[in-house]
């Protein structure tokens, strides 16, 4: 069965300190993994996505993530936290690829302490 | 860059009530879905539809339903409003199998 876990509800930061937002998926095929970000009272926007190519991805505003298939992990990383960056962020799993077959992680609250 | 446009921001109604929320894409996706969003659960299907006067039920159609007489609007409709609808809806677009786009959400509010 396929299914996200986003390891912390809540996650603070200082500002300029890296960040580390964990998920962990469980999937039956090779699947796409995507991280979108939700700002208060706006819709999701994507940041990036894993497709099976390179297993580095590189999103916007300095975030990336990487694939590892033997953790099951697509972990979100930024070296230097800025405040525009509190949000809420998003796992997202398409497993086999399809835009119905989204698994949604419950999210991560990212705060950024001035 | 992909509009996804919902008609109000905020709504509050009443019990009982029949409510429509309206989501309009100006991109010409075939793919659209309605979610909603709810503290601790994150985002959960509710209905999508591949093309105009399709629908498929996602993982939570109890209580709504949903049209796409056009392409590029797919309304939601809730028959008879109860307080445990009382949440966030987001609408999104997509194409084959691209990412989705999302609208910015319509909190509702049933009292």
């Known amino acids: 069965a396929q299914s996200v876990t986003q390891l912390d509800s809540h996650v603070s930061v200082s500002e300029g300190t890296p960040v580390l937002l964990r998920c962990n998926y469980s999937s039956s095929y090779s699947p796409s993994l995507f991280w979108y970000v939700q700002h208060p009272n706006k819709g999701l926007q994507l940041l990036l996505k894993y497709t099976s190519a390179a297993t580095l991805v590189k999103g916007i505003n300095g975030f990336e993530a990487e694939f590892k298939k033997s953790e099951t992990s697509f972990h979100l990383t930024k070296p230097s936290a800025h405040m525009s960056d509190a949000a809420e962020y998003f796992c997202v799993v398409s497993d086999p690829p399809g835009a119905n077959n989204l698994f949604f992680g419950t999210g991560t609250r990212l705060t950024v302490i001035p | 860059d992909v509009k996804v446009t919902q008609s109000s921001r905020y709504l509050v109604k009443r019990t009982g009530e029949k409510v429509f929320l309206e989501c309009v894409q100006d991109?010409?996706?075939?793919?659209m879905f309605w979610y909603r969003q709810d503290p601790g659960l994150g985002l959960r299907l509710i209905y999508f539809s591949y093309d105009v006067k399709m629908k498929e039920k996602g993982d939570i159609p109890e209580g709504y339903s949903v049209s796409r007489e056009k392409k590029e609007r797919f309304s939601l409709i809730l028959e008879s409003a109860s307080t445990n609808q009382t949440s966030m809806y987001l609408c999104?677009?997509?194409?084959?199998?691209?990412?989705?786009?999302f609208g910015n959400g319509t909190r509702l509010t049933v009292t």
């Open positions: 991109m010409d996706h075939e793919n």
């Open positions: 999104a677009s997509s194409i084959d199998h691209s990412p989705l786009h």
